[in-house]
């Protein structure tokens, strides 16, 4: 990389970032502090502005860099990816769009504690929350750092990859912190618009290169990723054994179930003021994300066409910079003033969606942690004192103090990611979201279902679904060979892996159903038939929605 791509991608890296600041700026001035206002803006978004806003939110750095760079390593296998976050939307759009936003108020355990008024529930759902976003911001901030180890010139810039995480999680505070959920749905707004038309020119560009023939692109495809005909066949990246094919398996399942369990995406329903409108938003996102998913796969397909296998996985093993390369080449060349200007376009919208995704799920896990759990404990003291009985306590109403502690939670979280973030820097961001998802799947997708449509479900069983999920999906990363026993694992000198696969949700999704009928089956303290009649007329019909 030259000093001229360097230089032109970092003007336009901070033309956007002085538009978003702008933003933030502009909206923490109209907020009035309320935990309405921080936490939803104000629930004054029209469906079609939450569309884009949830379209900017869910097409992350796994999607543009990611997804695409998978495809140009794995062909076929790689298209999964695009295919099991795109159908995943419709399980959002059937189950829990309209329901979330009748019986929510601000996160995904308010839906959850309309069902069942328990703090220890509140909790749970709060810290399942708090982790599959954390490991949803890691992904993030390794794109971040592969952004920047390809504009220093390579992996030699150790230094401006952490400084480039470190800089990323400054401002994802900082939007938080100043603008709350106004600001990030503005940023999501501008960010998807940009995301959409950047991925669009590339796409055409690649198919006019080949004269607008899709089987003149794949066949070269073929030819220059280094696989020839196997390029364009299942088994790639997921058919050396039985391991790899579960492992597919596995990934699939975590893919389609686990956005209807992303905190940051639920969030987004509570920003519009019916459950229409939540609805018609997510209809508004399928359309946008459909559209970039197609695009993706052009993208990838395109780069190993033009760039060619190797030459992406020489530059990013994890084949995380392959967009990147592709508008180099499309430009005309790392020497043309062409190739200059739109690799720089390219790295700015890049990180430009990564600003604005971290800053989504930086605002949904601080919300977890003041709504969900300080909020939850500072109840339970004024209970006590009080001497109300569980039953009563989770319907106190939220203060502006949670509101000073979100934002103490935003600068926690965003230290943590940083901090995972370097430790994680060599896997692919895809690769990273997918096991956000097995989390989200596993642990929050039971326990929200449940709650939403089994008339029998207890407390007991809303605990042992959240434990039970979010438990065995933890502890099957931390034995697989993610983290140890493979060249490319975060402890590659290590070897205490014990799980076969790399991704848990084959196991862990069962396991979290499993786990939540059990404990409600063998619960002493039978379910409440009129709260669930309440909740499902609520849900239903919204009457009662805030």
Not at 37 to 50: H, I, Q, S
Not at 166 to 176: I, P
Not at 227 to 254: E, V
Not at 446 to 473: D, E, N, Q
Request: proline residues 4%; hydrophobic residues 55%; charged residues 10%.
């Amino acid at each position: 990389m030259t000093g001229e791509h360097q230089k032109l991608a970092l003007l336009l890296f901070c033309a956007f970032v002085a538009l978003t600041l702008a933003i933030t700026l502009w909206a923490g001035r109209r907020r009035h502090g309320s935990p309405e206002e921080f936490y939803a803006g104000g629930r004054l978004f029209t469906p079609m502005e939450n569309g884009f806003a949830i379209s900017g939110d869910y097409m992350s750095a796994a999607s543009f860099l990611g997804i695409s760079g998978l495809i140009a390593l794995y062909g076929y296998d790689g298209v999964l990816y695009s295919v099991g976050f795109l159908v995943a939307w419709l399980v959002v759009l059937l189950l829990v769009a309209e329901l979330v936003r009748n019986c929510g108020r601000f996160t995904l355990a308010d839906v959850v504690a309309s069902r069942l008024r328990r703090p220890r529930v509140r909790f749970a759902v709060g810290i399942s929350s708090v982790t599959v976003s954390v490991l949803y911001l890691v992904a993030q901030m390794v794109g971040a750092g592969s952004l920047v180890a390809l504009l220093a010139g390579g992996h030699t810039g150790t230094g401006a990859r952490t400084a480039a995480v470190a800089g990323v999680g400054a401002l994802m505070v900082t939007y938080v912190v100043l603008g709350g959920m106004r600001a990030t749905t503005w940023i999501q707004i501008v960010k998807a618009v940009l995301l959409l038309a950047g991925a669009l020119t590339l796409t055409v560009l690649v198919l006019l290169r080949f004269h607008g023939d899709p089987g003149a692109l794949l066949e070269s495809a073929a030819g220059r990723s280094g696989h020839g005909a196997d390029f364009l066949a299942p088994g790639l990246a997921y058919g050396g054994g039985l391991a790899d094919r579960l492992d597919f398996l596995s990934l699939g399942i975590a893919l389609v179930l686990g956005t209807a369990g992303l905190p940051h995406i639920l969030a987004r329903f509570y920003t519009v003021p019916t459950a229409t409108s939540a609805r018609r938003s997510v209809v508004w996102s399928i359309g946008l994300i459909g559209g970039f998913y197609l695009m993706t796969i052009v993208l990838g397909f395109g780069a190993a066409a033009l760039v060619g296998g190797d030459a992406v996985r020489a530059d990013d093993p994890s084949g995380n910079t392959a967009v990147p390369l592709l508008a180099l080449d499309l430009g005309g060349g790392a020497a043309t003033t062409g190739g200059t200007v739109l690799f720089a376009v390219v790295a700015a919208v890049a990180f430009a969606t990564i600003l604005a995704v971290v800053a989504g799920i930086t605002l949904a896990s601080s919300a977890s942690v003041a709504h969900d759990l300080y909020a939850t404990v500072c109840r339970s003291r004024a209970r006590r004192r009080a001497g109300r009985t569980p039953r009563d306590a989770d319907g106190a109403s939220a203060g502006a103090g949670e509101v000073a502690v979100a934002r103490v939670a935003a600068a926690v979280i965003g230290t943590l990611a940083i901090g995972l973030g370097l430790l994680a820097r060599d896997l692919n961001v895809a690769f990273l979201v997918g096991l956000a998802f097995a989390v989200a799947a596993s642990a929050n997708l039971p326990v929200l279902l449940y709650a939403l449509f089994w008339r029998r479900f207890t407390a007991r069983g809303a605990l042992w679904a959240v434990y039970g999920g979010l438990g065995p999906a933890v502890l099957l990363v931390v034995f697989s060979p993610v983290v140890s026993g493979s060249p490319d694992a975060l402890f590659p000198g290590m070897d205490f892996h014990v799980f076969p696969l790399q991704n848990p949700g084959l196991v862990s999704v069962p396991l979290g159903f499993l786990a939540g009928w059990l404990g409600t089956v063998t619960s002493a303290e039978p379910a409440d038939p009129v709260r669930h009649a309440k909740t499902e007329v609520r849900a239903l019909t919204g009457a009662g929605a805030a």
